[in-house]
């Protein structure tokens, strides 16, 4: 099918929910897309950082392949093999003890505003239900998760919101401090606010936070959603902290391309939620946990790690030394490029008819490349993107 035959079917049949760049991608090999034209792209976005391991990878593939043929989906009244394997390996990487399986982002920060509630609810009774999130934070599109994101531009059109979130100001105490009183169960936050712009918390004010949440058992919950799964160059961002979240939430990256969300809880929470109080159809469904067990017995060695931290460090000074770049945020693979001229989105659009896939982020370009992109791509992707820069 033409590009233009692509569009007029979208238009005529899906809701207009996304603003789409000019692009119909249909397939794909490591960091190099191709659209249905036969031009090819290298790809620094993988999919708003899902596609950790590129575009199907060779054990990925064997991986979803090998369970498509064996099991596709059972329901959660039956035991699951992959599922507990799954579960199990994300608790011994990361030493939490009990995990929720979900399909979205939205969708384990749904789980962990649940599982605060009920436990504070049990622990201090049925006022004490509300939850802090930051200035500028994005949580998800569900209309509980919109509550929980710190944006005005998100709060219009589908009211009544969920009840209960206040948003304190980013590295302010002072500000926690204002919005925390008797009723509340927990705090919610991205150590770096993706959607937001790239904005990494300080180190100090994170500690403050989660010592302050100890002393009054308020939960700590972090949304690791873009953060996580090796994408900062740990495992979970959390860890560079120095703090342990009581909960934390995981998807994007987690599944290398197939919808799967975690929610992560430590012992003293493990038994909050019980049978009947939480669950989904689609949750750790096996073709799912197989691909999550493939992407973290490969991003999850020390000696990946490491090379996310060196290819996030190398790009990082590279483009801080491209003309027209006014500041570079990197924190690993999660890149926020500030231009001179404020006109990131027509650079992004510029770097698309050159053969590069980039993101924006409020007023920036922002890169999630793949974790495991090739030196070569990425020298090959900052020609494009010095070029558009410099000539838009
Ligand atoms: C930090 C964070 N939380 C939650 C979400 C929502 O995830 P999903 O789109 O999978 O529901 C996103 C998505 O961009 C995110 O960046």
Redesign the pocket.
């Given at each position: 099918m033409s590009f233009s035959d692509i569009q007029k079917k979208e238009a005529a049949s899906l809701m207009p929910t996304y603003g789409r760049f000019p692009v119909a991608l249909v397939k794909g090999k490591g960091a190099v897309a191709e659209d249905c034209e036969g031009k090819q792209y290298i790809d620094f976005t993988s999919g708003?950082g899902v596609n950790c391991l590129g575009y199907c990878d060779d054990g990925w593939v064997a991986a979803v392949t090998r369970q498509a043929a064996t099991l596709q989906h059972i329901s959660n009244l039956y035991y699951s093999d992959v599922q507990t394997e799954l579960a199990a390996r994300l608790c011994d990487l990361t030493g939490y003890s009990k995990v929720f399986f979900c399909n979205?982002?939205?969708?384990a920060?749904e789980c962990a505003i649940k599982l605060a509630r009920k436990y504070s609810c049990e622990t201090y009774g049925p006022q004490r239900t509300r939850i802090v999130t930051l200035e500028n934070s994005?949580?998800?599109?569900t209309v509980t998760?919109l509550a929980a994101t710190g944006q005005e531009a998100f709060h219009h059109y589908f009211y009544p919101f969920t009840e209960g979130f206040s948003y304190a100001k980013a590295n302010s105490m002072d500000s926690i401090r204002a919005h925390v009183d008797e009723h509340t169960c927990a705090v919610l936050i991205?150590l770096v606010q993706?959607?937001g712009g790239v904005c990494p918390l300080s180190p100090a004010f994170v500690r403050e936070l989660a010592a302050y949440c100890k002393e009054r058992d308020i939960l700590l919950l972090v949304?690791e959603?873009?953060?996580g799964v090796a994408r900062t160059g740990t495992l979970y961002c959390y860890e560079q902290y120095g703090v342990v979240p009581d909960v934390i939430?995981s998807?994007?990256g987690l599944g290398g391309g197939v919808p799967i969300?975690a929610c992560l809880c430590t012992e003293a929470l493990g038994g909050v939620l019980s049978a009947g109080q939480h669950g989904t159809t689609f949750g750790g469904n096996p073709i799912a946990c197989a691909a999550a067990l493939e992407v973290l017995s490969r991003v999850s060695t020390p000696e990946f790690l490491a090379e996310v931290t060196q290819k996030g460090e190398y790009l990082r000074q590279k483009l801080a030394s491209l003309p027209g770049v006014a500041e570079v945020r990197a924190r690993g693979m999660m890149i926020g490029i500030v231009l001179q001229k404020d006109n990131a989105k027509e650079v992004a659009s510029a770097c698309v008819q050159n053969g590069l896939l980039v993101l924006t982020a409020k007023t920036l370009l922002r890169l999630l490349p793949p974790l495991n992109i090739r030196y070569e791509e990425i020298d090959r992707g900052l020609e494009i993107l010095g070029g558009c820069i410099a000539n838009t």
């Open positions: 708003i979205s982002g939205a969708e920060n994005f949580h998800g599109r998760t991205e993706g959607e949304d959603v873009q953060t939430t998807a994007k969300g």
